[in-house]
């Protein structure tokens, strides 16, 4: 499904489509419709699966890839361009022709020490089956893929990449920090330069060029997280409780991730993924009710002076100070004993069922006698 951009949408910004916008009459299954207006439904759920996915880096906040040039297109772009059901009918055609030099470069953004840090994952063998694209729907074309360390690790993914290259497709290694910058020299095509990771200097005159950006966090994932008290890694992906033993639960109980949403991962992992995050999100559903943590934090009312510090620390979102009565509450379901809050209240109004201080005091005194 497509979904209008409207931040360019000339038809809702400038009004400049007319009465009836150019896509409302190509589109033969009369799907789109301007009229619609947002609405806010309410659905009362026992639990919620997150999958909302991921984003490509904008090729744009790295001016020296030349992604202003016509001949400079994204990988998503690209199987835009080379599917049957696309604008070209699935020829590759750029500036009205068939490309006969075309360059994939990888890590476009990613592995990147000072910004994406990580492996986007999946562009290694995307790249792969765009080159076998490519030499498959033009025969005659030169393809050549610039890239750092080649990762095929999946099911039949070295076998892949060992056929690609018995086809033709040239791979030239570069190092991680040798940066790639393309030129537009003349009228027609681009100019890549980079250095080979034995040190030689190459220009490329290229018809096309295809970058791998970076896989990052969907443009929603921060709001999202603030409603569903949600917490994110590092790298702005939504973090799973436990990356061994829990990786579908996150800490809130209840939602479950799947997906590019926690990180970079191809359609087999995502669809393993969100087969398992269905099934733990039924076991509650089919239970009815359920059992939850005894340790979660207590609020001694007479000694809270609404100061704010709990809510403030609580990682989980668990604690609001009540509007009325100038009171910490604590929601016991979001709790999860961390004992932030008792750590942090400075008039010792909060602490954690079971780890109260004086019961941590006898421990610690039972403890040093027997020392
Ligand atoms: C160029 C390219 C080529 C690729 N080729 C391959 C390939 O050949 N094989 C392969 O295995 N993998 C491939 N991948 C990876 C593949 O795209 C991902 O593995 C897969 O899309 C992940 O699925 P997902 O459901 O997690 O996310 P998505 O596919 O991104 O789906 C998330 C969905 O959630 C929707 N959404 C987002 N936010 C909200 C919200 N707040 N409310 C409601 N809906 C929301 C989005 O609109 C989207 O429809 C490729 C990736 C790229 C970039």
């Given at each position: 499904m497509y979904t209008v951009d409207a931040e360019h949408c000339l038809y809702l910004t400038k009004g400049r489509c007319g009465k009836s916008p150019a896509c409302v009459d190509a589109c033969p299954a009369n799907a789109i419709d301007f009229t619609q207006s947002s609405t806010e439904i309410e659905i009362e759920v026992g639990t919620i699966i997150v999958a909302t996915g991921y984003e490509l880096l904008d090729p744009m906040e790295m001016p020296e890839y030349g992604y202003k040039y016509d001949e400079v297109i994204t990988g998503l772009e690209f199987e835009r361009l080379s599917v049957a059901s696309g604008p070209t009918g699935g020829k590759i055609l750029i500036n009205g022709k068939e490309p006969k030099e075309v360059v994939f470069i990888s890590c476009v953004g990613s592995r990147d020490r000072d910004g994406n840090a990580y492996c986007s994952r999946v562009c290694c063998m995307y790249i792969a089956k765009h080159a076998h694209l490519v030499r498959d729907k033009i025969p005659d074309a030169h393809v050549s893929v610039i890239y750092n360390d080649m990762r095929a690790y999946g099911k039949g993914f070295e076998e892949f990449y060992n056929r690609v290259m018995a086809e033709g497709v040239e791979?030239?290694?570069?190092?991680?920090e040798e940066p790639v910058i393309i030129t537009k020299d003349g009228e027609e095509g681009v100019v890549v330069r980079t250095r080979r990771s034995t040190g030689e200097e190459i220009a490329i005159e290229a018809d096309l060029v295809v970058l791998a950006t970076a896989i990052v966090p969907g443009r929603g994932?921060?709001?999202?997280?603030?409603?569903?008290?949600?917490?994110?890694?590092?790298?702005?992906?939504?973090?799973?409780?436990?990356?061994?033993?829990?990786?579908?639960d996150s800490f809130t109980d209840g939602v479950y991730i799947a997906g590019c949403c926690q990180s970079p991962k191809d359609i087999p992992d995502s669809v393993a993924q969100a087969v398992g995050?269905?099934?733990?999100?039924?076991?509650?559903l089919m239970q009815g009710e359920v059992e939850i943590e005894p340790l979660v934090a207590e609020v001694y009312p007479e000694l809270c002076t609404g100061c704010g510090s709990c809510e403030m620390v609580c990682p989980f979102g668990a604690i609001t100070i009540d509007a009325v009565d100038n009171k910490a509450n604590v929601n016991d379901v979001i709790c999860k004993g961390c004992g932030s809050c008792n750590a942090i209240c400075p008039s010792g109004a909060i602490s954690i069922n079971h780890f109260r201080d004086r019961q941590i005091y006898a421990q610690i005194e039972a403890l040093s006698c027997l020392l």
């Open positions: 791979y030239i290694r570069k190092e991680l994932t921060e709001e999202l997280a603030k409603i569903l008290k949600l917490t994110r890694s590092a790298d702005g992906f939504f973090m799973e409780a436990h990356p061994k033993l829990r990786p579908l995050a269905a099934q733990k999100a039924a076991i509650p």
